[in-house]
C-alpha cells in the first residue's frame, strides 16, 4: 500500500491467528498486538479483498486488559504475541475462539468448551524450543519476518535452554537448532547434532555434556523423548493434557492411537489393555517399542486405514500434524468405534475435520481446550465425537 496515512480504530475482538480486529467504514482490518477495547493508531499494510492489514503505530487508549510488558521484546518478538493481555483474558478469548470456529463449521452448532490452564506454568514453560540463527545470531524471527530478535529475557522459554543458547552464541554458534530438555533432569539434546565438540556449564556451573545423537532420548513421565522428533513443546503443561486424555480413555479396553508419536498418550496404560499406535516416525516407533508390549508401528494413512475398517474399537485417539487428518478424514468416517478423540493444536483445520466427521453422524459430545501455550493465540483442543 502507499498511503501512509493513520488511521484511529477501536479493536473489537480477535480473530484465528490471534489478530485484533476492528472495522473503518465497514472494512475489517487485522492488527497484531492489537487487543479488544485499545483503540490505536494504524498504519495500512497490505489490502486484501475483504480486508486490511494493518500494524500498530501508536496507542491512543489501552484495552482494560492490557498489561506492562515482561519481556522487552513484547510487541516485536513472533514468540508470544499476547504476552501483554492478561492472562485470565487470554483464556477466555481462546475459549471463544475455539467456539466460534465449532459453531461456524457446524452451522450454528453452541458448544461450551471447558479451558483447563495451570496459572502456576504460565511462564518458562517451554522445554522445547526451536531457534533460528543467520550467522550472527541465535533467538525466535521478529514478528512476520526472518530478522533475529534478542531472546535473553524470554519468559516463556525453560531457563535452562537460554543458558544453553547463550552458550552457543558465545561458542559462535548462530545455526537453526532445535533443544529440547527434561525439565526434572535438566539433560539436554540438541538437534541437528552439529556441536558435539562442545561442553557446556549450566547455571550452577555444573558442566553438561550435550546429548547429540539423533537417537538419543530421556526418559519422561515414562515416555521417550527422542531427539529429532516431535515432542509436545511444554513437557510441564503436557501433563495436563495427558491427565485429561486418560480420564477420557479411563475405561476403555482397546484404543487406536494415531499419529502417536512416542506414545505420549498411551504408552504408559496399563498392560491388560489393547493397543495399537501408528505413526510415520520410524526412530519415534522404534523407541517406544523399547518401553511397552503394545502394538506401536511405523506407517502411514493406508496402514491406519486397515484398523479402522477391519477391528472394533472403544476408542480412536488422534493426534494429527498442524495440517489436520484430511487423507484419514475418509476411513475415519466409517471408523468401528464407540469414540473419536480428536487432540489439536490447529483449531481451523481441526474443526474442517470434524465437519466432514458430522456428516457421516459423528457429533460432538464435549470439548476441551487445554492451554500448552500461554501468552500465545495457540490452543490444544481436545474434541470427543461418538455416533
Ligand atoms: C502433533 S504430533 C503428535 C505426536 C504424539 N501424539 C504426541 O503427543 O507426542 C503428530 C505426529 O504425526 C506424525 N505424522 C505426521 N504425518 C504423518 C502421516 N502421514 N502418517 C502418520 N504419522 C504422521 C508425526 O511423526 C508426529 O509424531
Redesign the pocket.
Known amino acids: 500500500m502507499t498511503e501512509n496515512k493513520l488511521l484511529e480504530i477501536k479493536i473489537e475482538k480477535v480473530v484465528n491467528g490471534g489478530y485484533g480486529l476492528g472495522k473503518i467504514d465497514g472494512l475489517v482490518h487485522l492488527i497484531p498486538f492489537a487487543f479488544p477495547g485499545d483503540v490505536v493508531l494504524i498504519a495500512p499494510i497490505q489490502k486484501q479483498k475483504n480486508l486490511v492489514w494493518a500494524e500498530i503505530k501508536s496507542i491512543i487508549k489501552e484495552s482494560p486488559y492490557r498489561k506492562a510488558k515482561l519481556c522487552p521484546q513484547m510487541g516485536n518478538c513472533g514468540a508470544c504475541m499476547w504476552g501483554m493481555l492478561d492472562y485470565h483474558k487470554q483464556i477466555e478469548l481462546k475459549k471463544q475462539l475455539i467456539e466460534e470456529n465449532i459453531e461456524r463449521s457446524l452451522k450454528g452448532k453452541k458448544v461450551n468448551v471447558e479451558i483447563i490452564y495451570d496459572e502456576n506454568n504460565q511462564y518458562h514453560y517451554r522445554t522445547r524450543v526451536i531457534y533460528h540463527g543467520d550467522g550472527k545470531n541465535l533467538g525466535f524471527f521478529k514478528f512476520h519476518t526472518k530478522q533475529i530478535v534478542d531472546v535473553s529475557q524470554c519468559v516463556i522459554t525453560n531457563k535452562e535452554i537460554e543458558t544453553i543458547r547463550r552458550k552457543l552464541t558465545q561458542n559462535n554458534i548462530h545455526k537453526d537448532i532445535c533443544i529440547t530438555i527434561n525439565p526434572d533432569t535438566n539433560k539436554y539434546m540438541l538437534y541437528p547434532p552439529y556441536i558435539n565438540k562442545y561442553m557446556f556449564n549450566d547455571s550452577n556451573n555444573h558442566q553438561i555434556k550435550i546429548m547429540d545423537n539423533y537417537e538419543d532420548y530421556f526418559l519422561y513421565e515414562n515416555v521417550p523423548i527422542v531427539n529429532g ?4 513443546n511444554s513437557l510441564i503443561l503436557n501433563k495436563i493434557l495427558k491427565n485429561e486424555v486418560k480420564k477420557i480413555i479411563k475405561n476403555d479396553q482397546k484404543i487406536l492411537d494415531l ?4 506414545g ?2 498411551t504408552i504408559d496404560l496399563d498392560k491388560e489393555r489393547y493397543v495399537v499406535g ?4 520410524p526412530i ?1 516407533i522404534k523407541r517406544a517399542k523399547e518401553f511397552t508390549t503394545f502394538k506401536y508401528q511405523v ?3 493406508n496402514e ?1 486405514r486397515k484398523y479402522l475398517m477391519n477391528e472394533n474399537w472403544d476408542t480412536v485417539l488422534l ?3 498442524r495440517t489436520g487428518a484430511k ?1 484419514l478424514i475418509p476411513y475415519l468416517k466409517e471408523a468401528k468405534s464407540k469414540k473419536i478423540i480428536y487432540i489439536s ?1 490447529e483449531t481451523v483445520n481441526m474443526c474442517r475435520d470434524i465437519k466432514e466427521l458430522s456428516q457421516k453422524g459423528w457429533t460432538i459430545e464435549k470439548v476441551i481446550g487445554v492451554d500448552m501455550f500461554p501468552h500465545t493465540p495457540h490452543i490444544e483442543s481436545i474434541v470427543i465425537l461418538k455416533r
Not at 499419529?259 to 512416542?262: N, P, Q
Open positions: 522428533c516431535f515432542s509436545q499419529y502417536c508419536g512416542s505420549n498418550f501408528i505413526d510415520i516416525d519415534a506407517g502411514d494413512e491406519m493426534d494429527p500434524p487423507k493444536c
